[in-house]
């Protein structure tokens, strides 16, 4: 079956320092989205992004966050300058067009960011 | 603020027994409804999905949605202890790109 994947699986940065979160999503997805999940809390939403610009983002996603589809099968997330609480479970997600009324989003595997 | 609320348990629940999660969301306007199981360090794992109001079974599994109440169910029949986890409801909202709004989970115990 056809999944998410993501890389590296943990990530370890010097606060300050920039780190590129890679993703791998389903190959007939449309639609790609990236989540966190501080340790002990819920999944929460960062961005959305479709047809090459995203198109919803949360008030954690601020400038210091962007994404980017450099190629047709890469989604990454660049966080430009970490702090420590950005240490979380990063979640990349895609699901496929808007045909199905379920539309589930797909998980991949997540890497786990730790600031020091 | 859209929320989605769950109980965060601990659940316990005997082998072979049905275990009943429950989720309540705050926007009215959600149409889809999610729930994903969550090992200890580990990604959501969709389980189920329903967005009309009844029940859905997927083998063991039965989703139970009711937007008057707003309120969506997951019921686990013969439970195992490899059922052991947490569960995230997660509501999908109509705007944008449609973000899924999780729940904090419910973490559920399977006793042998």
Request: charged share 20%; proline share 4%; aromatic share 12%.
């Amino acid at each position: 079956e056809p999944e998410v994947t993501q890389t590296p699986s943990h990530q370890v940065t010097q606060m300050g320092q920039e780190v590129i979160l890679r993703c791998v999503p389903i190959s007939n997805h449309l639609y790609f989205y990236w989540y966190r999940q501080i340790l002990g809390q819920k999944v929460e939403f960062l961005v959305s992004f479709y047809n090459n610009e995203i198109s919803e983002k949360s008030e954690i996603f601020d400038d210091q966050f962007s994404v980017e589809r450099p190629d047709g099968s890469n989604f990454t997330l660049k966080i430009r300058s970490t702090k420590l609480e950005d240490s979380a479970m990063y979640f990349c997600a895609s699901r496929g067009d808007r045909s199905s009324e379920d539309r589930p989003q797909h998980f991949g595997d997540g890497t786990r960011l730790s600031i020091l | 603020q859209k929320e989605v609320e769950q109980n965060s348990g601990p659940l316990s629940v005997p082998e072979g027994a049905i275990a009943s999660l429950n989720c309540t969301y705050s926007d009215r306007v959600s149409q889809s409804f999610f729930w994903y199981r969550q090992y200890s360090g580990k990604s959501p794992e969709l389980i189920m999905s329903i967005y009309s109001n009844g029940d859905k079974e997927d083998g063991r599994f039965t989703a139970q949605l009711n937007k008057a109440s707003q309120y969506v169910s997951l019921l686990i029949r013969d439970s195992q202890p490899s059922d052991s986890a947490t569960y995230l409801c997660a509501v999908r909202s109509n705007f944008g790109n449609e973000k899924l709004t999780f729940g904090t989970g419910t973490r559920l115990t399977i006793i042998p």
